[in-house]
C-alpha cells in the first residue's frame, strides 16, 4: 500500500486495497488450482510435484521487475496478482511433497519447521526491506523479489534432477 500511496498519489484506502486485493486474489486462486493441479500431474508421476513447484517459480520470477519498468497501474496489478497466482500455484506442492518424501511420523515436524522457517524469513525481509527501501526505494525492493524467487526455482529444479528420485527410493524403502 505505501509503494501505491508514495507512486499513484492514491488515497490510504485506495492504496491498501492496491496493495492487497491483487495479492490476496492471486494468492486465493492460486492455492485452488495449485493443489487441484499437484494432485492430478502426480497422480501417474508423483515427483512432477517439485517439477511444478520449480516452473511455477520461475514463470513468476520476472513479474516483480514491473515495479522498475512498468509504471501503469493496470499493468502492475495485473503482474502483481499474476506472480502470487503462479507463486502459490507451486507453493501448494510443498506440504504434499513432504509427505511425499518423509515417514507419516515426521510429518507435523516438518510442517512445524516449514512453518516457522516461512515466518522467520518473512519477518526478516520485512526488517531487510526496510533497510532497502532507502537505497533502493520500494520498487527496488519489489523487483529484488525477482531474484530470490528466481534462485527458489532453481533450487528446486536442482533438487527436482540431482536428488528427488534418490529420496523418494529411500522413502519407499522405509515403508
Known amino acids: 500500500p505505501l509503494?501505491?500511496?508514495?507512486?499513484?498519489?492514491?488515497?490510504?484506502?485506495?492504496?491498501?486495497?492496491?496493495?492487497?486485493?491483487?495479492?490476496?486474489?492471486?494468492?486465493?486462486?492460486?492455492?485452488?488450482?495449485?493443489?487441484?493441479?499437484?494432485?492430478?500431474?502426480?497422480?501417474?508421476?508423483?515427483k512432477r510435484r517439485m517439477l511444478l513447484h520449480g516452473l511455477c517459480y520461475l514463470a513468476g520470477a520476472p513479474l516483480l521487475l514491473a515495479f522498475i519498468w512498468i509504471h501503469s497501474y493496470g499493468l502492475l496489478v495485473i503482474c502483481i496478482f499474476t506472480f502470487w497466482l503462479l507463486r502459490t500455484l507451486g507453493a501448494a506442492n510443498a506440504n504434499p511433497l513432504l509427505c511425499d518424501l518423509?515417514?507419516?511420523?515426521?510429518?507435523?515436524?516438518?510442517?512445524?519447521?516449514?512453518?516457522?522457517?516461512?515466518?522467520?524469513?518473512?519477518?526478516?525481509?520485512?526488517?531487510?526491506?526496510?533497510?532497502?527501501?532507502?537505497?533502493?526505494?520500494?520498487?527496488?525492493?519489489?523487483?529484488?523479489?525477482?531474484?530470490?524467487t528466481l534462485l527458489a526455482g532453481v533450487l528446486l529444479l536442482i533438487g527436482y534432477r540431482f536428488f528427488l528420485d534418490r529420496d523418494l527410493a529411500s522413502q519407499h524403502h522405509r515403508q
Request: aromatic share 14%; proline share 2%; net charge positive.
Open 102 to 148: 518423509l515417514p507419516e511420523k515426521s510429518w507435523s515436524t516438518a510442517f512445524g519447521l516449514m512453518n516457522t522457517s516461512n515466518c522467520l524469513a518473512g519477518g526478516a525481509g520485512i526488517l531487510i526491506a526496510g533497510y532497502l527501501k532507502r537505497d533502493f526505494g520500494l520498487a527496488g525492493v519489489f523487483a529484488g523479489i525477482s531474484g530470490i
Open 3 to 46: 509503494y501505491f500511496n508514495e507512486t499513484f498519489h492514491m488515497s490510504l484506502g485506495g492504496a491498501g486495497f492496491s496493495g492487497t486485493f491483487p495479492v490476496q486474489a492471486g494468492s486465493m486462486v492460486g492455492i485452488l488450482a495449485g493443489g487441484y493441479f499437484s494432485d492430478k500431474i502426480a497422480r501417474k508421476i508423483i
